[in-house]
């Protein structure tokens, strides 16, 4: 009997210590706010999705995004009251730097944390792209300011959106039946109005297509946001 009582508090103890652990933030919580919750109740999988805004970038740490999207996981996966799992089985977590690039919907976060039903554990990963831009320093590059290169990148994605609708129109591929040929004339015709559309930018700036290219690949390489 006393074998017992000594087994039973020890796991009661383990069971307070978890909970506290669980419930109370750990010390210097990255500051974040929730922009986007959503939640998916079936017979397969109960799932919560969320994106978060970091609020204090200049001290986001690898180890501190670890930290929060772990605190936030296990707030999340102790959850109750859905019809088809007692606690969620599927998590989703993604950590971003600015609204826009959450509202993008391009998967330009910075961490994120995830958990599918058939997981045992949790996977956290980072994107060094968007981490790398974090202490990124702004500088003139082809005798334009950065300013302006963000500028000329957000007309160089509106070049190609705009572009794609003109091929869509020309060959849509949203019909049934499209072939190989379809995708190949929508290919071509967005092709060529991406180069007219770019044409105009090289022309309102003054610079070569080189340049125009080279804005291109430093935004993605950069992580700059993506326009609406």
Not at 205 to 224: M, N, P, R, T
């Amino acid at each position: 009997m006393k074998k017992i009582t000594i087994l039973s508090l020890t796991i009661l103890t383990l069971l307070l210590t978890n909970c506290g652990s669980n419930s109370e933030p750990p010390k210097d919580l990255l500051k974040y706010s929730v922009i986007e919750e959503d939640i998916s109740d079936t017979p397969l999988k109960t799932q919560v999705s969320m994106n978060i805004l970091l609020e204090d970038i200049e001290n986001v740490t690898e180890e501190k995004l670890e930290i929060l999207l772990n605190y936030l996981y296990n707030q999340q996966i102790s959850r109750k009251g859905f019809k088809h799992h007692d606690h969620p089985n599927t998590i989703l977590i993604y950590a971003y730097v600015t609204k826009e690039k959450s509202d993008a919907g391009m998967g330009q976060w910075v961490a994120m944390i995830s958990k599918m039903y058939d997981d045992t554990k949790p996977d956290f990963d980072i994107s060094e792209t968007q981490f790398n831009s974090l202490t990124a320093t702004e500088q003139e590059k082809w005798g334009l300011t950065q300013k302006q290169r963000q500028k000329i990148w957000d007309k160089i994605i509106y070049a190609e959106r705009n572009a794609q609708k003109e091929a869509d129109k020309k060959h849509p591929l949203d019909k049934p039946g499209i072939t190989q040929d379809d995708m190949i004339k929508n290919g071509k015709v967005m092709e060529k109005f991406k180069i007219k559309y770019e044409d105009d930018i090289a022309k309102e700036y003054k610079i070569e297509q080189s340049i125009i290219d080279s804005v291109g690949l430093e935004g993605v390489i950069g992580g700059w946001s993506f326009p609406k």
